[in-house]
């Protein structure tokens, strides 16, 4: 069983940054893993953000957060992360991060096997 923990979240205001991590336990091959990031707001659908393939060399954003948001990971810690710039109210949601055991990063929800619980986000005016 993989156990995945955020970290990171809070409240900030709009135009500050934060830096989410993702930290995976039990997961004897984290390097073969594609990582990725989904949010999800009030009343809306959980959406794709960010993922990165298992050696961190492929990496896939969705439009909204381009330019905005990086995603890295760092295996030998077997950890994930999404800085975050130039945050806008909209991006308030709660973030989760989750491990696909396939190489290449995915962007659809059900392509990921597992899960976190999730980091708040807020983003005030």
């Known amino acids: 069983q993989v156990q995945l923990v955020e970290s990171g979240g809070g409240l900030v205001q709009a135009g500050g940054s934060l830096r989410l991590s993702c930290a995976a336990a039990?997961?004897?091959?984290?390097?073969?893993?594609?990582m990725g990031w989904f949010r999800q707001a009030p009343g809306k659908e959980r959406e794709f953000v960010a993922a990165i393939s298992c050696g961190g060399r492929s990496t896939i954003y969705a439009d909204s957060v381009k330019g905005r948001f990086t995603i890295s990971r760092d295996n030998a810690k077997n950890t994930v992360y999404l800085p975050m710039n130039s945050l806008k109210p909209e991006d308030t949601a709660v973030y989760y991060c989750?491990?696909?055991?396939?190489?290449?990063?995915?962007?659809?929800?059900?392509?990921?096997?597992?899960w976190g619980q999730g980091t708040q986000v807020t983003v005030s005016l």
């Open positions: 989750a491990a696909a055991l396939i190489c290449l990063p995915r962007t659809q929800r059900y392509q990921y096997d597992y």
């Open positions: 039990s997961v004897r091959t984290f390097s073969t893993t594609a």
